[in-house]
């Protein structure tokens, strides 16, 4: 996969230990390989530290050079960073379980082996007392510890939750619809008597009846516009709240943002056809105040074999309260829909003196920085990417 932007990093996918989620590191003790404190720290002759597992492991895996920059790297040119390993280890951050009443000070390092020891935990609730989320009888199973994992949950999951009132207003309508009909038809009709005698109404007029059945027709006619109205009504409501909690989240993703960029064959056809289509994804935050950003897809205008992804920065309402130019680490994967282990995953630092990274004039900025090749497109349709015709796009935004 080649770039057309030097100074990028190929992350390495690791997992994360529990309290990497508590407390960020600052940039200067954080690893660019795992994103997480470091353990063990390296220093190397190019000025970068790195986890000692993480950087052989690298090392083994890649090319020998730096992950940052690309320097060639040698066993002679990585060296213990005792004063860094010093300075992580007077840090101090509270247990996570403070909320419950836990004081101790720890070592960031320290707080995975803490929680395990911890008075303060929540003990394992059986099945039958955990807490159930409030929209368990639309049919969401999931169950919680305590009301802090289940306030989590409901933010979470707004879309999720959404969809399941949505598809019971839908059943709601159809039933109610089915129940006026079968109601309308009883009344057209009484039943004969047991004794075999005709009722009073087979006995009036032809005319008469055939004037009552058009009246009854003509008032089910009514209803089920009134239902149509009703129901057209709803499905405004729900759209228009769609768009509010989309929103929402856009504002709240804290920088990471998954694009589903669907109908992609047809788009891709397009694109081969007229190179100067592009497509941009829903502006997205970094937090709520936070910086604003967007993703831009399009064949390479240098190769029309490759895919071109890159990053712009967008206008806001806060643009003044906020540092330029934006400085920090953009992230970009294709995931791929069954093995994670395939993941196209890229990493870069952006540079403050390109105009990408300026404070936008317009709403969004002309110039963008990223990819113009990140990867062939023979390789998204060949190694299984695209499920349903789309692709999912990550962008992780991480100021620093």
Same mark, same amino acid.
């Given at each position: 996969?080649?770039?057309?932007?030097?100074?990028?990093?190929?992350?390495?996918?690791?997992?994360?230990?529990?309290?990497?989620?508590? @407390?960020?590191? &600052?940039?200067? +003790? =954080?690893?660019? /390989?795992? %994103?997480?404190?470091?353990?063990?720290?390296?220093?190397?002759?190019?000025?970068?530290?790195?986890?000692?597992?993480?950087?052989?492991?690298?090392?083994?895996?890649?090319?020998?050079?730096?992950?940052?920059?690309?320097?060639?790297?040698?066993?002679?040119?990585?060296?213990?960073?005792?004063?860094?390993?010093?300075?992580?280890?007077?840090?101090?951050?509270?247990?996570?379980?403070?909320?419950?009443?836990?004081?101790?000070?720890?070592?960031?390092?320290?707080?995975?082996?803490?929680?395990?020891?911890?008075?303060?935990?929540?003990?394992?609730?059986?099945?039958?007392?955990?807490?159930?989320?409030?929209?368990?009888? @639309?049919?969401? &199973?999931?169950? +919680? =510890?305590?009301? /802090?994992? %289940?306030?989590?949950?409901?933010?979470?999951?707004?879309?999720?939750?959404?969809?399941?009132?949505?598809?019971?207003?839908?059943?709601?309508?159809?039933?109610?619809?089915?129940?006026?009909?079968?109601?309308?038809?009883?009344?057209?009709?009484?039943?004969?008597?047991?004794?075999?005698?005709?009722?009073?109404?087979?006995?009036?007029?032809?005319?008469?009846?055939?004037?009552?059945?058009?009246?009854?027709?003509?008032?089910?006619?009514?209803?089920?516009?009134?239902?149509?109205?009703?129901?057209?009504?709803?499905?405004?409501?729900?759209?228009?709240?769609?768009?509010?909690?989309?929103?929402?989240?856009?504002?709240?993703?804290?920088?990471?943002?998954?694009?589903?960029?669907?109908?992609?064959?047809?788009?891709?056809?397009?694109?081969?056809?007229?190179?100067?289509?592009?497509?941009?994804?829903?502006?997205?935050?970094?937090?709520?105040?936070?910086?604003?950003?967007?993703?831009?897809?399009?064949?390479?205008?240098?190769?029309?074999?490759?895919?071109?992804?890159?990053?712009?920065?967008?206008?806001?309402?806060?643009?003044?309260?906020?540092?330029?130019?934006?400085?920090?680490?953009?992230?970009?994967?294709?995931?791929?829909?069954?093995?994670?282990?395939?993941?196209?995953?890229?990493?870069?630092?952006?540079?403050?003196?390109?105009?990408?990274?300026?404070?936008?004039?317009?709403?969004?900025?002309?110039?963008?920085?990223?990819?113009?090749?990140?990867?062939?497109?023979?390789?998204?349709?060949?190694?299984?990417?695209?499920?349903?015709?789309?692709?999912?796009?990550?962008?992780?935004?991480?100021?620093?």
């Amino acid at each position: 996969m080649a770039s057309s932007l030097p100074f990028t990093e190929k992350s390495i996918a690791q997992e994360s230990s529990i309290n990497d989620s508590y @407390l960020a590191p &600052e940039a200067r +003790f =954080e690893c660019p /390989i795992c %994103l997480a404190w470091l353990r063990d720290p390296l220093l190397t002759s190019c000025g970068h530290r790195f986890c000692r597992r993480c950087i052989e492991s690298w090392l083994q895996r890649e090319n020998p050079c730096c992950p940052v920059d690309n320097m060639t790297l040698t066993k002679d040119d990585i060296f213990p960073d005792n004063f860094t390993r010093r300075e992580i280890n007077q840090q101090r951050t509270k247990c996570p379980n403070i909320i419950r009443g836990c004081l101790e000070q720890l070592n960031p390092l320290d707080v995975e082996s803490h929680l395990l020891i911890c008075q303060f935990k929540l003990p394992e609730l059986p099945e039958n007392e955990k807490l159930r989320c409030s929209f368990v009888h @639309l049919g969401c &199973e999931e169950k +919680f =510890e305590d009301e /802090i994992e %289940l306030e989590n949950h409901l933010q979470q999951q707004i879309h999720k939750h959404l969809n399941m009132i949505l598809s019971a207003c839908n059943k709601f309508s159809v039933s109610q619809s089915a129940n006026s009909v079968i109601a309308e038809e009883a009344k057209f009709w009484d039943a004969p008597s047991k004794n075999g005698q005709a009722s009073s109404s087979d006995n009036g007029n032809l005319n008469e009846l055939l004037r009552a059945l058009y009246e009854k027709h003509v008032i089910s006619e009514q209803k089920s516009r009134e239902q149509d109205i009703i129901i057209a009504n709803l499905s405004e409501q729900i759209q228009s709240q769609t768009l509010t909690l989309s929103k929402m989240s856009l504002r709240n993703c804290n920088g990471c943002y998954l694009w589903y960029f669907s109908d992609f064959k047809q788009k891709l056809g397009a694109m081969r056809n007229d190179n100067r289509i592009m497509h941009y994804s829903p502006g997205f935050y970094t937090s709520l105040n936070g910086y604003r950003l967007c993703i831009r897809l399009n064949i390479s205008p240098n190769s029309s074999n490759s895919i071109a992804i890159l990053i712009h920065m967008m206008k806001t309402e806060h643009d003044n309260t906020l540092d330029w130019p934006f400085s920090g680490r953009l992230t970009i994967t294709f995931i791929h829909p069954i093995d994670a282990s395939r993941n196209i995953k890229e990493t870069m630092m952006t540079r403050p003196n390109l105009e990408a990274f300026q404070r936008p004039i317009q709403d969004m900025n002309p110039k963008g920085f990223g990819y113009t090749e990140f990867t062939t497109i023979d390789e998204l349709l060949s190694q299984g990417f695209i499920e349903k015709n789309q692709l999912i796009i990550k962008v992780q935004a991480q100021p620093v």
